[in-house]
């Protein structure tokens, strides 16, 4: 919540630091000397090992935390400029007292560093709990800060942020509705009130009235006559506008008849602030109530429900225009034969006392009269008679008449008792005495202006006779008469008197019937337009009393008076209204009997010293003549002037300028209409100033009330500005608005509305318009009642906007979901946070909540009425906060509070800042007496500002909270009433804050073995060990151990352990940790020994001690507090208790060597609930006043008990011996300074239980317990991880392994290559065979095949021979056949199957390079394999092509006998003939017709290899299908056509030298080469494919032995069947760098066989006659349709 500038909270400067674990506040010193230490010290018990495999576990897992700390949440006060980052803190008071110890030394070490920490972040917010709903600060002279009242009257309080004053109780039945204040040089003044109130206190009000600052009551001259609306102070003019249901002020009503009715204000009035005056209106007030005021630059607007002005001719005074009696014809009946007393006249115009010559008096005994004839026509409104005292004469009673019909006449006066105006027609009273005595004419204005005279007739007399001493006579309106001998009294004492002057031949007229005497003007007929004529003139000056609206009339005397009819023309009237406005009228005067005509009608001033408004008549120029007259004539009697209404159009707003000043009015009214009005009937109820955050920021009113516009489309609200009404957005809001106030850049409205008017927004009674980007916003879900003032709230800062009404909730939003917040008739919005927040404490529906915030002079000051049981400065339910700015601050957010338990009860009763170490994020938990709204009971935890369960109930009254690292122990009064619930309350209850459970332990019990009686009164730590202390009323621990009154638990083993063995009889109250000492407060009772409260138990004797002076405490000690002594460490404390003899409560303190009893005074009634030690610098001169800074606190003997420069702050019930309650207070110089005060919601003083900082947590010794989910976890990592390690050292392994099989075979490889090629380059066939013999032979066919596989197609792509290596072929190392790569011809490196030398590389090139297969489209389905790819079924094209390669090899090897010298040889070795797939039965007929001819599975199914192990399994189901595509023979059959016969002897030779063929077939196969070889170069010329050179060869001509089917015309070679497929040229080279793909260079034609795939197609790549077909994958985007230019080739190349 926003707070103001006020510096009243004290603690705050106590000065305790926030610790850094939510915020960036720095941590002082003293926390590090800090006895407990600075850090939570934990022991892990867990082994290195566990520690790595956890490690491990999180990594595999890629978990960021298996066990997250406990977050609790920062505390958040609403309104507040920064969240409070609070630290955690123990409960105890020693613990608080220890630390301002320390801070104060730390604070008095740098006095000029103290004042500039102000302003730091290292100052923490104190927390106070208690049994109170409301608290409040004493004000500085005050007798009460939160105060208990009496609901059964009304009370009027002053708030300001941390304080509540009552400023006066009133009688039930009135109520204040408005307020305003006065400021005097930036000082408060004076508030004034209104509302429907009669009496304050003593004093009797009327309706309005005044209070300053010492309490003393302005009654505003009695007020006014009605209940007022509405109060708007003026500052700079110290004028007061009232507004209201009133008539008139009382003032007015009570002086006199003569200005009773001038005096009326029609719910309008002004009161002048400095001077204690009614300030009178040019005008007579409005028709209609006003409900508010809006001062907007330099004038106020008044708005309510009202249509006109009341200024007619009924309000005025009667006593401003005097007749002159001196020109009456003045008679006198039975008049006196007194000598000096006959004469009538001689109580005209005298100013001398009653004696002869002065006084009229009448015949002894007999009654009379009094006659007053008027020269003139007249209407009288008002005599004034003062009676005479001569002798013991005077005149009793009278009664007037009308002269000449004698007619009664109806007189009015004021009763001087009851100041009443009472109505008399036969006798009017006249009082005895020398004062004036007025009686006002009441009968209609008919019968008054029908009148020649008055008769005053005495009917009754005192003494001898009656008589006067004086008489006047005055008339309602304003006159003026041409003849100037009868305008005004010559005894009037009015500065400015009516007066005529004539200039011209204008002469005195009498008629005979007419009754008077007038001006005539005659000039013939022809000479009216002369000079004379025209400038015969006659000028009347009226004396206009005041500033109006007039109509103006002329008396014309008839023309049938003086038989002038015919002569009568027209007169020109000119009015000269003020000094730049004049108006001009032409009257005729043709009328035959007497009139009085309107000529003329306006605003005209009061007349002045400086300016008067003049009639100027003359005769008018042209006029209506009649044609017979030869003269003309005009006449001048007088003219009247009577006051009409101003304006008829207000319709609810009115402007009044700010300076009331007469000079001013010269130039026009100081009061007028909106130039442009709201429409007809209007009624507004609200109005404030703003501004639009627009290109036109000027000052703008704003108006809401019950009107609309449907052609300019604006409900209920709308603003003025540029002289004319404006529409807000949304076309304002559906239903009445009835408060209005503008904060920054918003507006905010309140009222009876449900939306928008356009219905496209809810709004529920309040809303928020912008005027920024011109929109409205709700505030959450509005109320559920009508608001009826909204007002900014100062105390609160200029956030803050209070708003009242009939409504009992508030729909609010606590950030998940709507909340529905039960208030009474009060609700606070924070205008920056957007919500709505807490309020001041009022234990009442509010009449009236006011703050003028947006003065620049005024103090943090509201005012609050209403009836009231309870007020305060800020409603806090238990649980408040003192901020480092000094200021009282609500803990929760609204409509989250602690509520009172099912019971009724209500007390918070211990509290702390809970934090496991320094490194969490503090949680604020409070105990006692409660409930939660979520369901919690008696605990409760701060989340996000909302009040919430914590962890489990506890059924039973929380008294002590602290907290060990992550457990917290609750300790209180156990629960007896149902103890079969498992989770009764015991009396203590330990809660693991990490794992959100309890932490169970055995529980306590009572000597009997239940819970009767048990409590847990205190929970203390020992710093730096595993040790809780609990003491409090009980017997047993865990059922059976002896533990009374006092038990140690340890935390890590869950045990209860017994403190000695003690001499305690009865509970302990408190306990005490000082050093190593703990200080235990209970009874202890040794054998005979006298009773002793106070003992000690010494860990490092492990043995309890008495305390020396112990003994003279008298009675038990219920509270013990660390006693700094402004030292870092002490061995003080100080002892409170209660005295056994007189229950009153006793303090001691006990100095490191014994107890002493210092001087202190305080009430018998009190409770004490706490004692500190506070640094006299840190608390504010306005609390405790400018005395002498040193403590005078003292024992009995003289010597000082508190360090110097040191106060003591108790906390509890306080009765101090100035008769104040309160509930904090500071004792220094041996006198009392109240602080702070508590109430209760039934109005009696509540009192604070606890009072904690926030301070780093103690230093505890605990072990972690992995839980058992956690092992679990932990256990299946670390089963993944060992299994995932196995893995990786198996693929490690088999990677490994192949790698060293794959150098292997790649260097075999490369041997056999170099053999081969040496052999061909270097050693001729003959030499070969001479050198090495058979084997030499075998290496010379070896040699010689070699070359023609170089030659005639064996070349792989760009650096496959690279990868062969020099492997010697000849030596028979073994290379699989799966080391040909499929589809480079490159040797990989595969595991051995036990071909040797280059062989497989051979197979793979005679398949791949010069021969084509076939395949039966009939028959391929039985053998496709849709798991295969491709580049599979090439494989085995060339593995089927291998097989009859080596079938063929040994039929030729048989038939030639080349073979028989060593049949092992080839049978090792056979190449395969030719064989024909058409069906099943066709495999079968070969093979029984060529039984030899059955090949050897060259396929291992035991190999690793995958294509191999499928292979051999295809050769297991049958006959092996060779890799299409095939094309049909002449058989109609399909086949794997073989190499033609070119290539056969080479192909054979080397496959028999590879083989291991003896020396003879060697031989013989390496001539066959040889003569293959001569055959091709022969024909090399001629030859163009392969294809050619075997369609070329006839059968005859084939040698013997050779097969015909290799070389069948019917064949088509294979690069020709390639023409079926779409050609595509390579745009770009492409690297295949994986199994499958297909390499090329750019320019390369490429043979598409499958598109369907848009990103990889598969094709065929021709490298020329000399070099193998390669068939893989290759990227789409590589290729083109279109070959490449002529001039890309140069490119290309």
């Known amino acids: 919540m926003v707070r103001s500038r006020s510096r009243v909270g004290a603690w705050t400067r106590i000065e305790t630091t926030t610790a850094p674990a939510a915020s960036s506040s720095r941590m002082p010193s003293a926390y590090a000397r800090s006895a407990h230490g600075s850090h939570t010290r934990t022991a892990t018990w867990s082994c290195t090992w566990l520690r790595y495999v956890?490690?491990?576990?999180?990594?595999?897992?890629?978990?960021?935390?298996?066990?997250?700390?406990?977050?609790?949440?920062?505390?958040?006060?609403?309104?507040?400029?920064?969240?409070?980052?609070?630290?955690?803190?123990?409960?105890?008071?020693?613990?608080?007292?220890?630390?301002?110890?320390?801070?104060?030394?730390?604070?008095?070490?740098?006095?000029?560093?103290?004042?500039?920490?102000?302003?730091?972040?290292?100052?923490?917010?104190?927390?106070?709990?208690?049994?109170?709903?409301?608290?409040?600060?004493?004000?500085?002279?005050?007798?009460?800060?939160?105060?208990?009242?009496?609901?059964?009257?009304?009370?009027?309080?002053?708030?300001?942020?941390n304080s509540a004053t009552l400023l006066a109780a009133a009688s039930a039945s009135g109520q204040v509705t408005a307020a305003c204040t006065i400021y005097d040089s930036g000082s408060f003044k004076k508030v004034f009130m209104g509302g429907s109130i009669s009496m304050l206190n003593t004093t009797t009000v009327g309706y309005v009235f005044g209070v300053d600052a010492s309490g003393n009551i302005d009654s505003m001259l009695g007020g006014v006559n009605g209940p007022v609306n509405a109060l708007y102070c003026d500052n700079e003019t110290q004028l007061v506008y009232v507004g209201g249901n009133f008539t008139s002020t009382v003032n007015g009503l009570t002086s006199n008849v003569a200005t009773m009715r001038s005096t009326s204000t029609g719910s309008l009035a002004i009161y002048e602030a400095t001077g204690g005056a009614w300030r009178p209106f040019s005008f007579r007030g409005l028709n209609g109530p006003v409900f508010d005021f809006a001062k907007v630059s330099k004038n106020v607007y008044a708005v309510g429900a009202f249509t006109s002005t009341v200024d007619n001719a009924t309000h005025t005074a009667l006593n401003e225009q005097p007749m002159d009696l001196s020109a009456c014809t003045i008679t006198g009946g039975n008049n006196a034969e007194i000598q000096g007393f006959s004469d009538p006249h001689n109580i005209i115009c005298t100013q001398n006392a009653d004696s002869a010559g002065n006084t009229w008096l009448m015949r002894d005994k007999l009654p009379g009269y009094y006659r007053i004839d008027f020269p003139f026509k007249a209407t009288p409104s008002l005599l004034r008679l003062m009676n005479t005292l001569y002798e013991g004469r005077g005149t009793k009673a009278i009664r007037l008449e009308a002269a000449p019909n004698n007619q009664a006449l109806t007189m009015s006066y004021l009763d001087p008792e009851t100041h009443v105006e009472m109505f008399c027609t036969q006798s009017c009273p006249l009082p005895q005495d020398y004062n004036w005595h007025e009686f006002r004419f009441v009968d209609n204005a008919d019968v008054l202006a029908n009148i020649t005279g008055i008769i005053v007739n005495i009917v009754d007399w005192y003494g001898m006779g009656g008589g006067f001493n004086k008489i006047e006579l005055y008339q309602r309106d304003a006159s003026v008469h041409a003849i100037d001998e009868y305008n005004a009294s010559p005894c009037s004492s009015q500065a400015i008197r009516p007066s005529s002057q004539v200039s011209g031949n204008w002469k005195p007229t009498t008629a005979a019937s007419y009754h008077g005497s007038y001006?005539?003007?005659?000039?013939?007929?022809?000479?009216?337009?002369?000079?004379?004529?025209?400038?015969?003139?006659?000028?009347?000056?009226?004396?206009?009393?005041?500033?109006?609206?007039?109509?103006?009339?002329?008396?014309?005397?008839?023309?049938?008076?003086?038989?002038?009819?015919?002569?009568?023309t027209s007169a020109k009237v000119t009015w000269l209204m003020n000094g730049k406005r004049s108006v001009v009228t032409t009257v005729a005067q043709h009328n035959l009997n007497d009139e009085e005509i309107p000529v003329l009608s306006g605003y005209m001033p009061a007349s002045s010293m400086n300016f008067s408004s003049a009639i100027y008549v003359q005769l008018a120029n042209e006029g209506d003549v009649d044609p017979q007259a030869t003269s003309v004539e005009v006449v001048v009697d007088s003219f009247r002037l009577e006051r009409i209404t101003s304006y008829t159009d207000l319709n609810g707003v009115i402007e009044l300028y700010e300076d009331l000043n007469s000079d001013l009015q010269v130039n026009g009214p100081l009061y007028a209409p909106l130039k442009e009005g709201l429409p007809a009937s209007s009624a507004v109820y609200a109005a404030t100033h703003g501004t639009f955050n627009d290109t036109n920021p000027e000052d703008t009113l704003f108006l809401g009330g019950q009107f609309l516009d449907t052609d300019k489309n604006y409900y209920s609200i709308a603003c003025y500005r540029d002289e004319k009404i404006?529409?807000?957005?949304?076309?304002?809001?559906?239903?009445?608005?009835?408060?209005?106030?503008?904060?920054?850049?918003?507006?905010?409205?309140?009222?009876?509305?449900?939306?928008?008017?356009?219905?496209?927004?809810?709004?529920?009674?309040?809303?928020?318009?912008?005027?920024?980007?011109?929109?409205?916003?709700?505030?959450?879900?509005?109320?559920?009642?009508?608001?009826?003032?909204?007002?900014?709230?100062?105390?609160?800062g200029s956030r803050a906007v209070a708003f009242t009404g009939d409504f009992t909730v508030v729909n609010g939003d606590d950030g998940t979901s709507p909340v529905e917040i039960g208030v009474n008739g009060l609700a606070m919005w924070d205008t920056l946070a957007g919500g709505w927040t807490n309020t001041p404490y009022l234990e009442g529906k509010p009449s009236l909540v006011y703050s003028d915030a947006r003065s620049d002079d005024h103090d943090s000051v509201a005012f609050a009425a209403g009836n009231f049981n309870a007020a305060a400065a800020l409603k806090a339910n238990g649980a408040v906060l003192l901020t480092p700015s000094e200021n009282i601050q609500a803990i929760n957010m609204m409509g989250f509070d602690l509520q009172p338990s099912d019971s009724g009860s209500f007390v918070v009763n211990s509290g702390l800042w809970y934090a496991k170490n320094n490194g969490t994020t503090p949680m604020l938990v409070v105990g006692g007496q409660f409930r939660t709204l979520d369901g919690g009971i008696n605990i409760a935890k701060l989340d996000d500002g909302k009040w919430k369960r914590l962890v489990t109930d506890i059924n039973g009254e929380v008294l002590t909270i602290n907290n060990a690292a992550n457990l917290l122990f609750v300790g209180g009064v156990a629960n007896v009433t149902d103890t079969s619930d498992q989770k009764a309350f015991k009396g203590l209850k330990v809660l693991d804050m990490d794992r959100d459970r309890v932490f169970e332990t055995p529980s306590l019990k009572s000597s009997e073995g239940d819970l009767v009686g048990v409590r847990v009164n205190k929970v203390a730590i020992r710093a730096d060990t595993s040790m809780v202390v609990v003491g409090g009323n009980f017997t047993l621990a865990g059922g059976m151990l002896s533990c009374p009154y006092i038990c140690t638990l340890d935390i890590n083993e869950a045990q209860w352990s017994p403190l000695g063995s003690n001499t305690l009889i009865d509970q302990v109250t408190d306990l005490l940790f000082v050093r190593d000492r703990l200080i235990v407060a209970g009874t202890f009772k040794n054998g005979t020994e006298p009773t002793k409260y106070l003992r000690e138990f010494d860990f490092g004797l492990n043995a309890w001690a008495d305390i020396d002076g112990a003994d003279k405490l008298p009675g038990p000690v219920t509270v013990l507090t660390a006693a700094s002594d402004g030292q870092e460490t002490t061995d003080g404390f100080y002892i409170t208790g209660v005295s056994m003899k007189d229950a009153s409560p006793y303090f001691y303190k006990y100095d490191g060597s014994t107890v002493t009893a210092p001087k202190f005074t305080i009430g018998s009634?009190?409770?004490?609930?706490?004692?500190?030690?506070?640094?006299?610098?840190?608390?504010?001169?306005?609390?405790?006043?400018?005395?002498?800074?040193?403590?005078?606190?003292?024992?009995?003997?003289?010597?000082?008990?508190?360090?110097?420069?040191?106060?003591?702050?108790?906390?509890?019930?306080?009765?101090?011996?100035?008769?104040?309650?309160?509930?904090?207070?500071?004792?220094?110089?041996?006198?009392?300074?109240?602080?702070?005060?508590?109430?209760?919601?039934?109005?009696?003083?509540?009192?604070?239980?606890?009072?904690?900082?926030?301070?780093?947590?103690?230093?505890?010794?605990?072990?972690?317990?992995?839980?058992?989910?956690?092992?679990?976890?932990?256990?299946?990592?670390?089963?993944?991880?060992?299994?995932?390690?196995?893995?990786?050292?198996?693929?490690?392994?088999?990677?490994?392994?192949?790698?060293?099989?794959?150098?292997?075979?790649?260097?075999?490889?490369?041997?056999?290559?170099?053999?081969?090629?040496?052999?061909?380059?270097?050693?001729?066939?003959?030499?070969t065979a001479t050198m090495l013999g058979t084997g030499a032979a075998a290496a010379a066919a070896t040699a010689a095949g070699t070359r023609n596989l170089q030659s005639d197609g064996f070349r792989g792509t760009a650096g496959a021979r690279e990868t062969w290596g020099n492997v010697n072929a000849v030596t028979g190392e073994p290379v699989s056949f799966d080391n040909i790569a499929p589809s480079t011809g490159r040797l990989n490196s595969g595991t051995p199957v036990g071909l040797a030398g280059l062989a497989a590389a051979g197979r793979k090139a005679a398949v791949s390079s010069d021969t084509y297969v076939q395949q039966d489209m009939d028959k391929k389905a039985n053998y496709d394999d849709t798991n295969e790819s491709l580049d599979s079924i090439f494989k085995s094209a060339a593995a089927e092509a291998e097989a009859e390669a080596e079938s063929e090899a040994r039929e030729r090897a048989t038939s030639t006998g080349s073979m028989g010298s060593d049949p092992g040889a080839v049978g090792a070795y056979a190449m395969p003939t030719p064989r024909h797939y058409t069906s099943q039965q066709h495999d079968a007929r070969d093979r029984s017709e060529s039984p030899d001819h059955s090949r050897t599975s060259m396929y291992r199914t035991d190999s690793t290899n995958p294509f191999e192990q499928r292979m051999a399994l295809r050769e297991s189901q049958g006959a092996f299908p060779p890799a299409g595509p095939f094309a049909d023979g002449d058989d109609g059959v399909g086949h794997i056509p073989m190499p033609s016969p070119r290539h056969m002897h080479s192909e054979h030779a080397a496959a028999a030298a590879l083989a291991g063929a003896s020396g003879a077939a060697a031989a013989g196969l390496g001539a066959m080469a040889a003569k293959d070889a001569r055959r091709r170069s022969e024909s090399a010329s001629t030859r163009n494919t392969d294809a050619d050179y075997s369609a070329s060869q006839s059968p005859s001509s084939r040698p013997s032995g050779e097969s015909s089917v290799g070389g069948s015309s019917a064949h088509l070679p294979i690069r020709d069947s390639l023409k079926q497929y779409p050609v595509f040229y390579a745009k770009f080279t492409f690297s295949s760098r994986e199994t499958g793909e297909l390499g090329f260079r750019a320019g390369e034609r490429v043979f598409v066989i499958d598109q369907s795939d848009e990103i990889w197609w598969m094709g065929i790549v021709d490298h020329g006659s000399d070099q193998p077909l390669e068939q893989g994958v290759f990227p789409a985007t590589y290729v083109s349709s279109e070959p490449p230019k002529s001039n890309d080739w140069s490119e290309l190349m």
């Open 519 to 568: 001006l005539t003007f005659s000039v013939n007929s022809n000479d009216i337009a002369s000079a004379e004529a025209q400038s015969a003139t006659v000028t009347l000056v009226p004396f206009v009393p005041e500033s109006g609206f007039y109509q103006v009339y002329m008396s014309i005397p008839g023309c049938q008076n003086t038989n002038t009819c015919l002569q009568r």
């Open 54 to 161: 956890a490690v491990l576990a999180f990594v595999l897992l890629a978990t960021p935390s298996l066990a997250a700390e406990p977050t609790g949440s920062a505390l958040s006060a609403p309104l507040s400029g920064t969240n409070v980052d609070p630290t955690p803190v123990p409960e105890s008071n020693g613990e608080l007292g220890e630390l301002l110890g320390r801070i104060a030394e730390n604070n008095e070490e740098d006095s000029s560093e103290e004042s500039a920490s102000d302003s730091d972040d290292n100052e923490g917010s104190i927390g106070i709990v208690g049994a109170f709903n409301g608290v409040s600060s004493f004000s500085p002279g005050s007798n009460g800060a939160a105060l208990g009242l009496d609901s059964n009257s009304m009370s009027l309080l002053s708030l300001t942020e």
């Open 1165 to 1327: 009634q009190s409770t004490i609930n706490g004692i500190l030690e506070v640094p006299r610098s840190r608390i504010p001169d306005s609390v405790l006043g400018t005395g002498n800074s040193s403590s005078s606190l003292t024992r009995r003997d003289s010597e000082p008990v508190i360090p110097d420069n040191y106060v003591l702050a108790v906390s509890g019930d306080l009765y101090l011996p100035s008769g104040l309650r309160a509930s904090n207070a500071f004792f220094y110089n041996d006198k009392w300074a109240p602080f702070l005060s508590t109430i209760q919601d039934n109005g009696s003083p509540g009192y604070i239980s606890s009072v904690f900082f926030e301070i780093p947590p103690t230093n505890v010794y605990q072990r972690h317990r992995l839980s058992v989910a956690l092992v679990i976890i932990i256990a299946i990592a670390i089963a993944l991880g060992i299994t995932f390690l196995i893995v990786l050292v198996g693929l490690v392994y088999i990677y490994l392994r192949n790698r060293r099989e794959a150098a292997a075979t790649a260097s075999a490889a490369s041997a056999a290559l170099a053999a081969t090629t040496a052999g061909t380059t270097k050693v001729p066939l003959g030499a």
């Open 726 to 796: 404006t529409a807000l957005a949304n076309a304002g809001v559906w239903g009445d608005v009835r408060a209005l106030t503008f904060i920054g850049s918003s507006l905010y409205a309140g009222g009876s509305f449900n939306g928008t008017a356009d219905f496209s927004l809810a709004l529920n009674n309040v809303g928020e318009y912008n005027t920024t980007d011109q929109r409205w916003y709700p505030l959450v879900g509005g109320t559920n009642g009508v608001v009826n003032g909204v007002v900014p709230y100062a105390p609160f």
